[in-house]
């Protein structure tokens, strides 16, 4: 998706604005720099006010920007993007059935690797197991990111295990939040699920030709809105920072996409070792007592580790080790 010029001018005077904040830009100013007169950079200001940007307007001096709203319009998100790919290819919808679909259906027409799809709500958000993803409008964070790995088709779930050490990083990173991994697809914070990923691959018997890493984050969610039914019990970011601190979904996304392009890049280079030793550090299931509904029948037993694929190991009471690629953890108890 392409920006239009409109939007690539507004991105170029949200930066002027951003990178001065407390500096007032006159009109002239603005005119001289982009080339058009001060009728048409007022133009510029009101479109940005209607995206809910607030200036103050001093007769005779200029402009000052005094707030950026809550948003995941393009405008926003290329003026503070860091990445070099992820992300530079954004989609945003205000409404979508879900972000997965819509990456899945540009991946099929040859969008490039770290294009990403975002949607301020979805009507059909999916989870795993054919479950829905609740994806309440301006509530949470739902965003899907396209990847072109030369991997084998079967280290694919890997990439959801990167993308929830990328999350974990970037609760810590802006909010000190202690974020743990719950194998083989959560983040949990306290015991509670604050965000959910859904990787879809499609592939080639030796090849995988593209893999979708959808996440969904509970963002500003109160204890009312997670109405009906959650296997596990949900939180949010607000939640967790007791309503107590600003947040914008902005930030999370844009912090998220630079630590996961980090992370990528590492895995892509370096492999996938490192990271099963951090599986080990930063899980919540490690040394737990668990039941794992495997797809053909359910293992109960101590979690006491992970393979080098990712899979959960879990050593039942009469001592046998299980290998779990892909499963479903059902129950964890503490004490082992
Ligand atoms: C789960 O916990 O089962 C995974 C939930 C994944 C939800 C996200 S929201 C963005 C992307 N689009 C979808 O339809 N699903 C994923």
Redesign the pocket.
């Known amino acids: 998706m392409a920006i239009s010029h409109k939007e690539k001018i507004l991105i170029e005077i949200l930066n002027l604005f951003k990178t001065s904040p407390d500096k007032c830009i006159s009109g002239t100013e603005l005119s001289n720099r982009f080339g058009v007169s001060r009728t048409v950079i007022s133009r510029y200001i009101k479109s940005l006010e209607e995206l809910g940007y607030k200036f103050e307007k001093r007769t005779a001096v200029g402009y000052r920007l005094i707030y950026i709203p809550d948003t995941l319009h393009p405008v926003e998100i290329l003026s503070m993007l860091e990445t070099r790919y992820m992300g530079r290819n954004y989609f945003y919808c205000e409404e979508l059935e879900?972000?997965?679909?819509k990456a899945i259906s540009l991946a099929l027409q040859g969008a490039p690797e770290g294009s990403c799809v975002v949607a301020n709500a979805?009507t059909?958000?999916?989870?795993?197991?054919n479950?829905s993803?609740l994806?309440i409008p301006g509530k949470g964070l739902?965003?899907?990111i396209l990847l072109r790995p030369s991997i084998e088709p079967k280290k694919a779930p890997q990439l959801t295990i990167i993308s929830a050490f990328a999350l974990i990083d970037t609760l810590k990173q802006l909010y000190n939040m202690e974020a743990k991994l719950k194998w083989p697809?959560?983040v949990v914070v306290k015991g509670k699920?604050l965000a959910?990923?859904?990787s879809e691959s499609h592939v080639e018997p030796q090849k995988t030709r593209f893999v979708v890493i959808?996440?969904?984050i509970n963002v500003f969610h109160r204890k009312e809105d997670f109405t009906g039914h959650f296997r596990y019990s949900p939180t949010s970011v607000a939640i967790e920072l007791s309503f107590s601190r600003p947040i914008k979904r902005q930030d999370i996304l844009c912090e998220f996409l630079l630590t996961f392009e980090n992370h990528y890049e590492d895995y892509i280079r370096n492999g996938w070792s490192n990271w099963v030793d951090r599986m080990h550090r930063d899980s919540v299931l490690s040394g737990k007592k668990v039941d794992v509904d495997t797809g053909s029948g359910k293992i109960s037993g101590r979690a006491i580790g992970f393979s080098e694929e990712g899979g959960l190991i879990v050593e039942t009471p009469e001592g046998k080790k299980h290998t779990i690629l892909i499963g479903d953890v059902l129950r964890v108890t503490p004490e082992g």
């Open positions: 879900s972000t997965n679909d979805q059909q958000g999916r989870g795993r197991l479950r993803w994806s739902y965003i899907s697809n959560d699920k959910g990923i859904l959808g996440t969904g």
